[in-house]
């Protein structure tokens, strides 16, 4: 099975701030790699599809990139909206979540 | 516009099994490269991919979890239903279904978008 290792688990960040999730898969995926935005109560929402292409509707201020085994959430201005849990997964081997980073307020 | 919704009891007993139906619009599962997946977060915890099943009949389950589970279609009826046999407390959770986009058909690139709202069970005597 391919695993995800998402770091940091946790950040603490204020609105504004430029930040940055990393999602690592324990063998080769290409570029088999989505985002997702989890709020409590709500469905996930698809962010980012194929490690870099953005969802329609989802603001530019999120970006993907990465291959192969390193992949990276960026979200260049932090907005309040943006406070949330964020999960890569991969599709290149059926399907594997990671551990989830929880942006929080600072 | 994709719609799907979950449904099925909040509450089972240890040692029965679970069966959800997710119930969708907006689209075919006789359409080439669709499918359904199911997805569950447990309280507390990261989401887990737990089964898919596309619009050709190909199925594949979590591995850790693949004797208890089955997932089947009623393309008729627009409703993929998932059963869990055997539950534990452990397996209380958010269980929520979503629609698989493929990059293209055939590319081995997938996605889920859009998901439902979730429906929580709870395993408990």
């Known amino acids: 099975d391919i695993q995800m290792t998402q770091s940091p688990s946790s950040l603490s960040a204020s609105v504004g701030d430029r930040v940055t999730i990393t999602c690592r898969a324990s063998?080769?995926?290409?570029?088999?790699l989505n985002w997702y935005q989890h709020q409590p109560g709500k469905a996930p929402k698809l962010l980012i599809y194929?490690?870099?292409s953005l969802q329609s509707g989802v603001p530019s201020r999120f970006s993907g990139s990465g291959s192969g085994t390193d992949f990276t959430l960026t979200i260049s201005s932090l907005q309040a909206e943006d406070f949330a849990t964020y999960y890569c997964q991969q599709s290149y081997s059926s399907f594997t979540f990671g551990g989830g980073t929880k942006v929080e307020i600072k | 516009q994709i719609t799907l919704r979950e449904s099925g009891p909040t509450v089972v007993k240890p040692t029965q099994t679970l069966t959800l139906t997710c119930t969708f619009s907006?689209?075919?599962?006789?359409?080439?490269?669709?499918?359904v997946a199911w997805i569950r977060q447990p309280p507390g915890k990261a989401l887990e991919w737990l089964a898919f099943i596309q619009w050709d009949d190909d199925k594949a389950y979590r591995p850790s979890l693949k004797s208890r589970l089955t997932i089947t279609k009623d393309t008729a009826k627009n409703q993929v239903v998932l059963t869990m046999s055997n539950m534990d407390p452990v397996d209380t959770a958010t269980y929520y279904c979503a629609h698989i986009v493929p990059l293209r058909v055939g590319s081995g690139s997938f996605w889920f978008d859009p998901w439902g709202e979730g429906t929580l069970v709870t395993v408990s005597s």
């Open positions: 063998q080769t995926i290409n570029t088999f």
């Open positions: 194929a490690a870099y």
């Open positions: 907006g689209f075919s599962l006789s359409t080439s490269g669709v499918g």
